[in-house]
């Protein structure tokens, strides 16, 4: 619909121009905040963003990135345009003059919360995320002690009604697939009571009820104070980007 390259694209986002990242030997590009000191980078590409500050899209921008990937000669220019904006081409509902791109189409919540970032999170705090050394980390939750919490969260469902939400499996078990309705339930009652002193550093913990805090925020049928939800990923970001770059 937005003509996008895509999460795997060198610019992802629909909304801002952050750049990605290849590890050495990698295919998938990602985008921290903070590049590793370690991986080379374009000379023309920043090594750090501020999440308060992001090279934001403009709708005028989007139009001409657009245009200028689809106005190529041929399919290779057009593929290589496409590549240094991360749009292919002019999306037909452009033509509509009251939408802006891409502000007038809102995000894949469902994906980029419950199947992402919560999944990825979890895997964090168990050692289990890509390659990284986990050992020893305050964020870290020992093996036994999270396979308490699975056994924990499959007892709950016999005693939570049906309409606070699904009855989660034990999320520490091999093969067991979770929604992102169980991802949702787990995250907003469960985890804030299985967690509470869990974590070595108490830090970690405030950072999990400060996603709490948005996810449930994000769910309200109406928003009243825009500036507060602004500043909660904000505040997200930050303490991650400080925790992940303890070792750096």
């Known amino acids: ?20 990242i290849l590890k050495p030997g ?18 023309d590409h920043p090594r750090s963003y501020d999440p308060s500050n992001l090279p934001l899209r403009s709708h005028e921008e ?21 590549r240094a904006s991360g749009v292919k081409g002019v999306p037909f509902l452009s033509l509509i003059p009251s939408l802006f791109f891409p502000m007038s189409f809102p995000f894949d919540f469902m994906h980029l919360v419950y199947e992402n970032l919560i999944k990825n999170l979890i895997s964090f705090w168990c050692g289990a ?9 305050p964020y870290s939750i020992d093996k036994t002690v999270w396979s308490a ?3 924990a969260t499959a007892a709950a469902g016999k005693t939570t009604p049906a309409s606070y939400g699904p009855s989660v499996p034990n999320l520490t078990e091999d093969g067991v697939k979770l929604t ?5 339930f787990w995250f907003q009652y469960l985890g804030p009571v299985f967690l509470q ?16 805090k ?20 904000l505040k997200f970001a930050n303490l991650f980007v400080k925790f992940a770059n303890r070792r750096r």
């Open 214 to 233: 948005l996810i449930t925020k994000c769910l309200q049928f109406t928003i009243t104070v825009i500036r507060r939800l602004h500043r909660h990923p």
């Open 197 to 212: 002193k869990v974590f070595v550093n108490q830090t970690v913990y405030q950072h999990f009820v400060e996603l709490v």
């Open 180 to 184: 992102a309705d169980m991802y949702s």
């Open 129 to 137: 995320y890509k390659d990284l050394d986990h050992d020893e980390e």
């Open 62 to 82: 989007f139009i001409q990135d657009g245009t200028y990937s689809q106005s190529a000669p041929n399919a290779a220019q057009s593929e290589q345009r496409a």
């Open 26 to 43: 990698g295919t998938t590009y990602y985008t921290p905040l903070i590049s590793p000191r370690s991986l080379p980078i374009p000379p």
């Open 149 to 151: 919490i699975g056994e």
């Open 1 to 20: 619909m937005l003509l996008m390259k895509g999460h795997n694209g060198i610019y992802p986002c629909r909304m801002c121009k952050i750049c990605g």
